[in-house]
């Protein structure tokens, strides 16, 4: 029996005759509009708008960092590097811009495709594995500040500053290996970023991989528990943490609760919506779907902008020099950390007074190590 004919002149197995393609961003084989011109026109407007803000704010952070600080430290190194980083991925919006601009429509060339899709993935792979050591490195200083002395120091930060950066580079490197750049009709032009069936093979299980270890699985493993354990330690502490630690893991936490809700939620949807899209036996229409999954993509990579934008806002007074006024308080705590800079007249020179961990099982401060250095 043949199948009944509906009026779009396709049949009603059409939905199952051929192969379901996830795709970013998705284009049919159709003459649809993958996405709607005035959306693709706002979020466009939109790149173009936060990038080049988001980028300044970057450089300004950066700036700001070298100058005022004396003395650099691990937390100083990760913050640069993903302040680096946001540069990096940040450079790949405007001319993605551009693209969405022309409907997907790329007229470059396949190298430059490459590069494109290339920049994006090392600057935001390069951004999460920091943000993941920012919050590892301030949960390891909270529960094991005996384990912590032992790197806290310039020369391990250099050594995972590296390593981080080389990981960006393989991620990147294998994105950069498998970019999609397919011809439609001979006149469409696509630079895609990701190509998943709906049958099991080599080429979908690869991309599935580049897509969910480093906007999902890494963050998911690395950051969510770390997370949640400091936010119980806030919750749970009865005491006022030592010297400034207080205010930087607040601003540690708003940092990664930032990077949770905007970019790993949004990673989360794209992953939702293209299992729903390759498992559903509902037959919809091919442009519906391009412009939903389109939209959500979009979305999903507005919102890393956004993230890029806000973190240098959220860490602008880290760096803000100030004087250590008092000593930290153990009479309360097992362990006690202090660090701070006072910076007296010039005619003075530039003096760093370090507290560093030390038991406190004694109510006596004038246990506490003091080391100057001028």
């Known amino acids: 029996m043949t199948s009944s004919k509906r009026e779009d002149n396709s049949t009603d197995d059409n939905c199952t005759s051929h192969l379901k393609v996830f795709r970013i ?16 026109q706002i979020f466009s407007d ?18 700001s960092t070298a100058r005022r600080t004396q003395n650099w430290s691990t937390s100083h190194l990760y913050l640069v590097n993903v302040a680096v980083a946001h540069i990096i991925f940040l450079l790949s919006c405007p ?21 494109m899709n290339f920049t994006n993935a090392l600057g935001h792979f390069g951004s999460v594995v ?8 301030r949960m390891v200083t909270i529960y094991f500040p005996l384990i912590s002395i032992q790197y806290k120091n310039v020369k391990f930060g250099k050594i995972i500053v590296m390593a981080s950066w080389a990981l960006s580079l393989v991620i990147a490197s294998l994105g950069y290996a498998y970019t999609t750049f397919k011809v439609y009709g001979r006149s ?11 049958v099991l093979n080599i080429t979908t299980v690869w991309s599935f991989i580049l897509f969910l270890f480093p906007n999902i699985l890494i963050p998911t493993i690395a950051l969510v528990p770390c997370y949640v354990k ?26 990664t609760s930032s990077f949770l809700i905007l970019c790993l939620s949004s990673g989360y949807a794209a992953l939702i919506i293209c299992f729903v899209y390759l498992t559903s036996t509902v037959c919809h229409s091919e442009c519906t779907w391009a412009n ?35 000593l ?5 705590l097992k362990l006690c950390s202090c660090e701070c800079s006072h910076q007296p007249p010039p005619s003075e020179g530039i003096q760093t007074v370090q507290l560093v961990y030390i038991s406190c099982h004694a109510d006596d401060r004038n246990d506490l190590k003091i080391h100057t250095n001028r």
């Open 95 to 115: 001319v993605w811009g551009i693209y969405l601009n022309q409907k997907y429509d790329w007229h470059l060339g396949k190298y430059a495709c490459s590069l």
């Open 230 to 255: 400091i936010m119980i330690y806030l919750l749970c502490q009865k005491t006022r943490l030592p010297c400034d630690m207080g205010r930087a893991v607040i601003l540690d936490i708003t940092y």
């Open 188 to 198: 469409k032009h696509v630079c895609g970023s990701m190509h998943v069936d709906d």
């Open 328 to 332: 930290c308080d153990c009479s309360n």
């Open 25 to 40: 961003p998705q284009i049919t084989d159709g003459d649809c509009e993958p996405i709607n011109a005035v959306v693709a």
């Open 130 to 137: 920091f943000i993941c050591v920012i919050c590892v490195d």
């Open 292 to 326: 939903i999954i389109n939209v959500s993509t979009e979305t999903a990579r507005l919102m890393n902008v956004f993230n890029a934008l806000i973190g240098p806002l959220i860490y602008l007074s880290k760096f803000r020099s100030s004087p250590c006024t008092s």
């Open 46 to 63: 939109l790149y173009y708008i936060l990038t080049f803000t988001a980028i300044a704010v970057n450089i300004i952070k950066i700036v």
